[in-house]
């Protein structure tokens, strides 16, 4: 091997890396953030109304310092996004607050929104996606992406940052769910573990397009059901039930779901003759 050779190629490499945003910092300022928003995930107390305050002073310079590393690929000054993100904090609070109460009144296992924030999965990716979100509409590229990956790395659960998600949004148990770039998600949608809400497959020159589905307001899917392709539209208070692959769009109020044939050994073949709602 010329290692000379691959020494510059490398350098090159590296050097060119300067404009890119480090993971670990990235990582650092969402941790910090969440710290902040929740004492759930805080290790500190706070004294007083004051010190909380000169804390988000704070994380809003934090946040401006980890944007201005990449400046040269900001629409933006560095400063002015970090203002929008800051102003931003109230209202992804409140959404948040939301989504622990509708994970608690929607799992009967759950005590209270405090377990929810304190010890569901399903919780802490949608508070990444909602801040990765909002950096997305920011036009800040890269780190709402390195946000949602780093999520799914914690908890299974992949909600791309583009994604348009509503309110009063209910994960359950949530591994395994992929949710695309191109998704739009209503209010008041429950989704459990091993749901996909991705893309037929296109040319690449169509990743401008919506490739993803839409899922109206009260609607709940159930594990492991797969729907596919923008032009599909899933109606509001529609159900649909575990393991169902979908690539066509249902009314509102339907039920859909699949019909599987159980035969056990001893006894007669059995055929579920209605689809049940469960919990786990």
């Known amino acids: 091997m010329n290692y000379r050779r691959f020494a510059r190629t490398l350098y090159q490499s590296h050097a060119g890396y300067e404009q890119l945003p480090q993971k670990t910092e990235v990582y650092r300022f969402v941790d910090a953030v969440l710290q902040m928003l929740f004492p759930q995930f805080a290790n500190n107390d706070f004294t007083n109304a004051e010190s909380v305050e000169a804390e988000l002073y704070q994380l809003r310079d934090d946040g401006e310092q980890l944007l201005a590393g990449i400046q040269p690929i900001l629409p933006r000054p560095a400063a002015a996004i970090a203002d929008d993100f800051a102003e931003a904090l109230p209202v992804i609070y409140?959404?948040?607050?939301?989504?622990?109460?509708?994970?608690?009144?929607?799992?009967?296992?759950?005590?209270?929104?405090?377990?929810?924030?304190?010890?569901y999965p399903g919780f802490y990716a949608i508070a990444i996606y909602r801040m990765a979100h909002r950096?997305?509409?920011?036009?800040?590229?890269?780190?709402p992406r390195l946000l949602t990956e780093y999520a799914h790395q914690k908890t299974g659960v992949d909600i791309h940052p583009g994604a348009h998600i509503g309110r009063h949004f209910c994960i359950d148990h949530g591994t395994g769910i992929v949710i695309g770039q191109t998704t739009v998600i209503g209010n008041h949608v429950k989704i459990y573990?091993?749901?996909?809400?991705?893309a037929l497959s296109v040319e690449k020159d169509l990743a401008g397009v919506k490739r993803h589905p839409t899922i109206e307001d009260h609607v709940v899917i159930y594990a492991g059901a797969t729907i596919l392709g923008g032009h599909v539209t899933v109606g509001h208070h529609s159900v649909i039930g575990g393991n169902v692959w979908l690539t066509e769009s249902v009314k509102p109020h339907s039920k859909v779901y699949h019909k599987s044939q159980i035969k056990v050994s001893g006894t007669q073949d059995t055929q579920p003759e209605e689809y049940l709602e469960y919990y786990i």
């Open 193 to 198: 573990q091993g749901v996909t809400l991705g």
């Open 135 to 143: 950096l997305c509409e920011l036009g800040v590229p890269l780190i």
């Open 94 to 119: 409140e959404k948040l607050l939301e989504d622990a109460q509708a994970m608690s009144d929607g799992d009967p296992a759950a005590t209270g929104p405090n377990e929810v924030i304190l010890a």
